[in-house]
């Protein structure tokens, strides 16, 4: 079984580009083995040939095993952070035409956080946000821009009064803010990156990927980021080798290029 599943991995390389190897073994697996088994398939080898075949499976197994776990305002007073202090330095050290990649950004909801955060410090015309992710599905959410109220419930009434039309149970946000921000298919592991950024937002997905990989993707982000260009990570994440990847301590959870 050990020898299937690693076949499996370059089976599932060859068909997605995506690396399982980057991804902590123990509950990768246990997520893959969990959908086989919901889909009543013998084993590994069965299920690259089922996903050859079918593309509702195909695509199943890409929402599933990428990890879409989202909401607007995550963790609200570091967003506070961001827009008190954060932002605010970074408009006096680059000026107002700022450039932001929010990575693995799922269905959409942090760019568009961020999108409205920029809301208060600039016109909505000056604000342009690159947001990527590995995910077709997500992005493709993320461009319809619906949400239900629990990922919506942490954001400021303020913005979800002008941001926000209600329809039916969901809440579709506003095509202003829509403007604000580009998707792009992008592999954290495979593709290169934007340059010169002045901010990378990438929060709680490094969590599931292994310190070899984490380490990688860290120091591309350092090389991405134009210098005193800050990351924002997420508050279950921390970079314990910070300054050997030429990052110092910004503030809790934001790291600056130095």
Not at 181 to 192: M, Q
Not at 231 to 248: K, P, V
Request: net charge positive.
């Amino acid at each position: 079984m050990v020898n299937d599943y690693e076949k499996f991995k370059k089976d599932v390389f060859s068909l997605t580009n995506i690396d399982l190897n980057a991804y902590k073994e123990r509950q990768m697996k246990r997520r893959i083995d969990t959908l086989i088994s919901k889909n009543s398939i013998a084993g590994y080898n069965e299920y690259i040939s089922a996903m050859n075949k079918d593309s509702s499976l195909f695509h199943e197994f890409i929402n599933y095993i990428t990890i879409n776990v989202s909401e607007f305002y995550r963790n609200p007073e570091q967003w506070a952070l961001l827009e008190k202090e954060v932002f605010p330095q970074m408009l006096k050290n680059f000026g107002s035409r700022l450039k932001i990649w929010s990575a693995a950004c799922s269905t959409g909801d942090e760019p568009y956080s961020l999108a409205m955060v920029l809301s208060r410090l600039l016109p909505l015309n000056q604000i342009r946000i690159i947001a990527t992710d590995i995910d077709k599905e997500v992005l493709a959410k993320a461009k319809v821009g619906l949400y239900n109220e629990k990922s919506i419930k942490s954001v400021p009434d303020e913005f979800k009064k002008k941001y926000f039309t209600k329809i039916g149970p969901s809440y579709q946000i506003s095509d202003d803010i829509k403007r604000c921000v580009e998707f792009r298919e992008h592999n954290l592991l495979e593709d290169p990156y934007p340059g010169s950024c002045n901010l990378i937002v990438c929060r709680n997905v490094l969590i599931y990927f292994t310190e070899e990989a984490k380490n990688d993707i860290y120091l591309k982000f350092n090389e991405a980021l134009k210098k005193d260009g800050i990351l924002f990570i997420g508050s279950t994440e921390q970079i314990i080798q910070y300054r050997a990847m030429n990052f110092e301590r910004y503030k809790s959870f934001f790291y600056q290029k130095s």
